[in-house]
């Protein structure tokens, strides 16, 4: 009989006494904002806001469900309400580089009205215009233009017709332009009468006319330059009359923008280019129907917003705080589209859209992080961005000089943004090793834990949590029981009776689905049995791995003994992680002996079915093994351990005191009890060491031992560091009651072989010797027989005999 007494009930679930909850229902508690049990990251979430300097953007790292989004959504919604409303923005078209479109900045809530007071003086300018022009002013001042023009032609022809006429010549237009030729009595002479005349008299006509052709060229040189100045009259002319249409509309426009020195610099602009072209706001030749301009024609004059903070200035909420969950490249900077015209793709600033920086420029931006590096480019636009501390709109060819074709290339605008990045710890940890800017982007990092002490105060305040979650959800309450069951439940979470889960994903599921559970039974209130089903129904729903090999196990398709004993062989556990569920197994584990070495060969490493923690718990065997018993004689021994039946990765070191044991008993030649499973690490001193997954691991093997009847022998050796983790299912704890389960807590391997074997371990006295009968003691027989053999066998002496 063992001295080693095991665990009592009350050691195997913490309960939580629903009697010192201070309510009925949870519609008496008062609401909670936020989340409860992450200072720390509220800490880092409240620096990160509060410090406004390059690069302290933040990355909430934490598990998937730890309520990551909840925190920086309060602490930034509540932040933004002090800050102020950022400025708005629009693009217009730059008149001297029209591929270049220029970024205005106006105060929040003014971008709209100025693209609306655009929009209607184009719409006035279309109709003061082209009646300016149809003015009788115009037209008389036009007709003079004319008249001038026609007089000073006819005056200077006039002038040298007469000329030419005194001269018997006159001047003739003809196909090849203008000409002059001989007359007689006022008639042309024809080229048969002009040959019959006299030489001297053709010698002198010829004389006359060549000496007035010269007079006829120096004319006609002057005459361009007299249609230019008619063309330079006629230009001031239409300039004048279009200023005075134009001139005092743009100025009444110009008094609203005041102080806008951005705004009135674009307006200058407007009323010069419009005056420059004022003719493409009269109907032509080329118009569209009923003789009107193409609204093509107007584009040029229209505003472009690309972000207008009107609604939060109207509403006072402060600067913008947004959510993109689909951060691609063109969601986060924006883009340029194009329309499809006559087989070609055309594009202007009315085609540039903005992206998330820009709606949430001058506020903050959360992101996911996984979300934002699955999307090709974004990653590298959104550090650019951070970089230069502006928005450059384009695409991905552009950015990487994949491409060389024309398009337009946005005035870039300024940057001043919070980032606000969240993913899971492996994320954050890997983009710190490998990314060097990233430690230079992203300065402050809000750690989520995963869990927080168990005490009245945090049990008070996860209560309302639950209370509140059940009522943002129009849930039912529920009663101070269901809240109570809750709680253990979250303890089961954290797999710490000290602790509570802040997986608050999890416990909000749970909720839903008890209050589902609640309405099957038409229940008003939660009651902790809607609680206990909905978990149980989960766990139905996920265990039908489990459920299958635990019906191998009993049909003795994978052999597991829970009754007799064995030498060499234990049951060893193992936990199975699928998904959000995982189970508890038990795996046989056996050793064989014989002269070597001083070599323990892991079969699951040679056979490449072993990972490196595996592998270093067999090697501290060794060390052990050395340590403590063979410090002064050669460690002649071999030995294999092996999980059976197993064909899959072993990983982890939590059975390395089971394999210990499995090796103490092969060469003490002392069978172990295979009522009993073990579970645990240990160290080079024999220390048993605490491992995960404890609750699964001993309801894995109860589940075995309950299914093939319950004797009272059968029990678990658990590390004693993992009895404050211990949060059983309800079954094991009243076996445990009934005194038909055990569950043991070992602190050194001593313990453990005792109560595998009710054979005392040992203790060595001052000569180093350990108590005849102890394990202890014929290990060590075991190891100097097999010593003495070695030693005989390489003398080529007859081997001692065996022990």
């Known amino acids: 009989m063992t001295r080693f007494k095991p665990l009592p009930p009350e050691a195997l679930y913490s309960v939580c006494d629903s009697s010192s909850l201070p309510f009925k229902t949870t519609q008496e508690l008062e609401d909670i904002e936020g989340v409860i049990g992450q200072g720390r990251a509220v ?14 953007n933040l990355f909430a790292l934490g598990p998937e469900g730890a309520g990551k989004f909840t925190l920086l959504k309060d602490q930034v919604g509540a932040a933004s309400r002090h800050e102020p409303v950022p400025n708005d923005w629009c693009y217009v078209n730059n008149f001297s580089q029209s591929h270049k479109p220029l970024a205005l900045s106006l105060p929040p809530g003014r971008a709209c009205p100025f693209a609306r007071h655009m929009s209607e003086l184009i719409d006035e300018l279309r109709l003061a ?5 149809e003015s009788d002013d115009f037209q008389h001042r036009k007709n003079a233009l004319d008249e001038e023009l026609k007089h000073q032609n ?6 040298f017709q007469k000329k030419a006429e005194k001269n018997n010549i006159t001047l003739l237009k003809t196909p090849k332009g203008l000409g002059l030729v001989p007359t007689k009595e006022g008639e042309v002479i024809s080229t048969e009468t002009y040959k019959t005349l006299p030489k001297e008299e053709q010698d002198q006509r010829k004389e006359k006319i060549e000496t007035l052709e010269k007079e006829l060229e120096v004319i006609l040189q002057n005459v361009p330059r007299w249609q230019n100045e008619y063309h330079a009259k006629v230009r001031a002319l239409h300039r004048e009359m279009t200023r005075q249409a134009v001139g005092h509309l743009i100025e009444e426009l110009a008094k609203n923008y005041e102080g806008l020195e951005q705004v009135l610099t674009y307006l200058d602009e407007v009323e010069e280019d419009i005056l420059e072209n004022a003719h493409e706001f009269l109907p032509d030749g080329n118009a569209g129907k009923e003789g009107k301009p193409p609204e093509s024609m107007f584009r040029q004059y229209r505003v472009n917003v690309m972000v207008d903070n009107g609604p939060l200035a109207k509403a006072e909420e402060g600067a913008p705080v947004l959510y993109e969950d689909n951060p691609s490249m063109i969601n986060l900077i924006g883009r340029v589209e194009h329309l499809s015209q006559y087989g070609s793709l055309v594009t202007d600033f009315n085609l540039i859209k903005p992206g998330v920086l820009h709606q949430a420029n001058g506020g903050y931006l959360i992101l996911d992080a996984k979300n934002l590096l699955s999307h090709p480019f974004a990653w590298d636009a959104l550090k650019r961005a951070l970089r230069a501390q502006t928005i450059r709109i384009e695409s991905p060819g552009q950015s990487y000089a994949m491409v060389s074709t024309v398009t337009l290339e946005p005035e870039p605008i300024p940057l001043t943004i919070k980032i606000l990045l969240t993913g899971d710890p492996s994320l954050y940890y890997m983009l710190s090793r490998y990314d060097p800017d990233f430690g230079e982007l992203f300065k402050v990092a809000a750690d989520f834990d995963n869990r927080m002490d168990r005490n009245d105060q945090n049990t008070l305040l996860y209560a309302r949590l639950i209370g509140t979650l059940a009522k ?9 029981e269901a809240v109570a069951r809750v709680i253990e439940h979250s303890s089961r979470c954290a ?3 000290e602790k509570l889960s802040s997986h608050m994903g999890d416990i909000a599921d749970l909720i839903r689905e008890a209050d589902y559970l609640a309405g099957q039974a038409d229940h008003k209130v939660m009651v902790a049995k809607d609680i206990q089903a909905a ?10 791995i489990r459920e299958r090999i635990h019906e191998e196990i009993l049909r003795g398709t994978i052999v597991i003994d829970s009754e007799g004993e064995k030498v060499g062989e234990l049951n060893g556990l193992a936990v199975c992680q699928l998904d959000h569920f995982a189970f508890g197994r038990p795996s046989r584990i056996s050793c064989r002996v014989r002269i070597g070495r001083g070599e323990i060969v892991d079969i699951e490493r040679q056979a490449d079915l072993g990972g490196r923690i595996h592998s270093k718990g067999v090697l501290i065997l060794t060390s052990y093994l050395s340590a403590r018993f063979a410090r002064d004689i050669p460690l002649s021994l071999s030995a294999t351990l092996v999980f059976e039946q197993s064909y899959g990765e072993v990983e982890g070191d939590s059975a390395s005191s089971a394999e210990l044991y499995a090796l103490l008993s092969a060469l003490a030649d002392v069978p172990l009890k295979q009522s009993l499973a073990v579970t645990g690490s240990v160290d080079q001193s024999g220390r048993v060491q605490a491992i995960g997954g404890v609750n699964e691991k001993i309801e894995g093997f109860f589940d075995v031992c309950r299914t093939r009847g319950l004797t009272g022998d059968q029990g678990v050796l658990i590390p004693a560091a993992n009895v404050k983790h211990l949060m059983l299912r309800r079954d094991v704890v009243e076996a445990a009651e009934k005194g038909q389960f055990h569950v043991y807590p070992v602190e050194t391997i001593d313990q453990g072989i005792e109560i595998l074997t009710g054979i005392p371990a040992g203790e060595p006295n001052g000569n180093g010797s350990y108590p005849i009968g102890s394990i202890n003691r014929s290990v060590v027989a075991r190891l100097i027989a097999f010593s ?10 007859t081997p001692a005999p065996k022990p």
């Not at 006819?154 to 002038?159: A, I, L, Q, S």
């Not at 003495?788 to 002496?797: D, N, T, V, Y």
């Open 43 to 56: 800490e880092a979430v409240k620096f990160a806001i509060g410090i406004h300097q390059d690069g302290y």
């Open 129 to 133: 215009i082209p009646a300016a022009f």
């Open 154 to 159: 006819e005056k200077v022809f006039g002038e």
């Open 472 to 480: 943002d959800k129009s849930l039912r309450p529920l009663d101070r």
């Open 495 to 497: 797999d710490d009776a």
């Open 535 to 544: 978990i149980d129904a989960k766990e139905y729903r996920s265990d039908r």
């Open 788 to 797: 003495k053999s070695a030693i005989a066998a390489a003398r080529g002496l």
